[in-house]
């Protein structure tokens, strides 16, 4: 019996950056325009696009076993789903996603107390609903069906809208009033699915991959030949992971010196190793950190 996995990825602004990540992953998807039946180069995958918003309601009812969407989009459908892992990645940024409630600049509306009675237009009704309820303030949500930062102040008072950098909204002359929700994108899975040992096993190992291409996003690999005489001044100067990897060449006196840092640093820390006695540096890129 041939044992195929049903997994859902996000169609739309999260889509490339998906494929990206599960590329670094090991896997290779590839996909026709307009198609949302991407193929893979894992036998036991099936690959099927969804809408972020979607998402967890068709992995809810077991139409697919498993899916990656925000946890955004799990609370606003309600649904009952296994989360499997978080994964922190985005279309701009690695920062969570924002839902905020904003309103124009010229408000008077200070908190979200002054919205009482007043009008809330957002994608994210369910969710509304709830902060406003855990504030015991009561007011009309209404769904936007786009264009939601244009509406305050003549078509509504207050949007509750999803933001990573806050640039759209400030181009928009909003102003933020408060958090409604913080989101990351969540891989999650049914139940029937996480209760069968084969899926549970494949789901397990997708996330392990996932979580060590995020963890190496960030990070490069550097190694160089040190002498004897400098490989102190050369430890010292290396930030790690864990402790470098030090290992002894063919040359008597020399080593080979290896670790894993943040790219942020290397800039500055390339030099200061060639000065310090460092040669034959090499920075490569990492796919995978697995801890």
Known sequence: ??????????????????????????????????????????????????????????VEDAIIDAGLTGYDWVMENRSKVIEINALTYSKQTNRPVRWVLAVHNDSPFKSVKDLEGKKIVTELVNATKDYLEKHGVTADVEFSWGATEAKPPKLADAIVEATETGSSLRANNLRIVDTVLTSTTRFIANRQSWADPWKKNKLENISLLLTGAIAAEDKVGLKMNVAEKDLD????????????????????????????????VVRALIPELKRAGASGIIEYPLNKVID
Do not use: C, H
Request: charged share 30%; glycine share 4%; aromatic share 10%.
């Open 1 to 58: 019996m041939n044992n195929k996995l049903k997994l859902g990825l996000p169609k739309g602004s999260l889509e490339e950056a998906t494929y990206t990540l599960f590329k670094k992953a090991g896997f290779r998807i590839t996909t026709a325009s307009r198609s949302f039946y991407p193929s893979v180069d894992d036998e036991e995958l099936e690959i099927i696009l969804f809408r972020p918003q979607e998402m967890s309601r068709y």
């Open 233 to 264: 001044k050369i430890l010292k100067l290396l930030p790690a992971l864990k402790n470098p990897t030090v290992a002894p060449l063919s040359t008597k006196g020399w080593f080979d010196v290896e670790t894993i840092i943040d790219e942020k």
